[in-house]
């Protein structure tokens, strides 16, 4: 049997903190885009809400506030700031989730954030190889039976999403 010897590890706030940073720099790429002041003021406030009590609606609304406000101001949909913000609301979105379960008293030890962060990076590898894949499609109206033939093949995955869910129960 092997010890492993657990080191002092970060203080339980480190997870709020981040939550308020990575906000930050969620209103700083929504600036950049064109959002207006007084909507990112708003959007400052939420990410102060979300990093005191993470476990609200406040966590929800923060992640939810970005996408919202860029197809508001329009524009292309595949353009490098709409990419950072799918990193950045994604990493908010696990913040949310682990500092709403980690007390602030706490200690995290690094070592056990590998898997999360793994899966995080494998998650934005698969993004960005789809927004490529997306920057490859013609531009300009699809034909009606490409989007039929698409729309079938949509319900095709729920469907079989559904009875794979149904075995299991």
Known sequence: MTTVELRRGWPGWVFRAAIGVVGLVTAGVLYAE???????VLY???TAVAAAIPASAAAALLVAYP??????????PVRPAVLVLVALVHLLHLLCAYAALV????????SALRGAAVRY??????VLVLAGLVLLLPGGRTDAAVEVFGLACAAGLVVG???LLRRRS
């Open 34 to 40: 064109g959002v207006m002041v007084t909507p990112l």
């Open 67 to 76: 996408p919202v406000a860029l197809v508001v101001l329009g524009g292309e």
């Open 103 to 110: 007390p602030t008293r706490s200690r995290i030890h690094p």
């Open 44 to 46: 400052v406030g939420l």
């Open 161 to 163: 999403a559904v009875v």
């Open 121 to 126: 990076v494998l998650v934005q590898a698969g």
